[in-house]
């Protein structure tokens, strides 16, 4: 069985405001951990499937965001 890995990992920044903006959700933040959230994930994540079967749906504005948080994912899967 091939197993892929899906993050949802939108939003617009409201939930948390002031600490999270719409260029800065919480996903970005270290709210858990000294790591941002959407990090934390990953990292749980990744015994499960490589970075190669993982994607991260998320708003266009943040796809830079998120893959300067993992350079290990490739583009096209976020």
């Known amino acids: 069985m091939i197993r892929w890995n899906v993050v949802l990992a939108g939003g617009i920044g ?3 405001w002031p600490l999270s903006t719409p260029t800065r959700p919480k996903q970005l933040l270290p709210l858990v951990t000294d790591a941002p959230m959407l990090c934390d994930t990953l990292d749980r994540l990744r015994p499960s499937a490589p970075p190669e ?3 991260v749906l998320t708003n266009a504005t943040l796809r830079d965001a998120v893959l300067a948080l993992d350079p290990t994912l490739p ?3 976020v």
């Open 14 to 16: 409201s939930r948390f």
């Open 53 to 55: 079967r993982t994607l």
């Open 75 to 77: 583009a096209d899967n």
